[in-house]
C-alpha cells in the first residue's frame, strides 16, 4: 500500500512541474451566414400520393428539401403567367 501511495504521489508532484506536451484546441467562431429574412406563412394542401412521391423523389436528386422545391415551383408558375404582384 505504501508502494502505491509513494507512485500516487510523485504521479502529482510530476503533473503539477510538467507542462502538457499536446497543444491546447482553439476555437475560431464560425461566420454567421445573412440569409434574407423574410416572413413566413404557412401553406397546407391535399395533393395526389403519387405527385409527392415524384416531388421527393426530384427533391432528393436535386439535393433541396420539399419546402424550397415548392417555393421554386409556385414563383415559376406565377411567373409564366406574367403574373405581377402590384
Do not use: C
Request: proline share 5%; hydrophobic share 35%; no cysteine.
Amino acid at each position: 500500500m505504501t508502494d502505491y501511495k509513494g507512485k500516487l504521489g510523485s504521479l502529482a508532484d510530476k503533473l503539477k512541474k510538467e507542462t502538457p506536451a499536446t497543444p491546447i484546441q482553439t476555437v475560431h467562431p464560425v461566420k454567421a451566414v445573412t440569409k434574407e429574412t423574410e416572413k413566413k406563412s404557412r401553406f397546407n394542401n391535399w395533393i395526389p400520393w403519387s405527385l409527392k412521391k415524384l416531388l421527393k423523389a426530384y427533391a432528393a436528386e436535386a439535393d433541396i428539401t420539399l419546402k424550397e422545391l415548392n417555393i421554386q415551383a409556385l414563383r415559376e408558375y406565377l411567373k409564366n403567367r406574367n403574373f405581377k404582384n402590384q
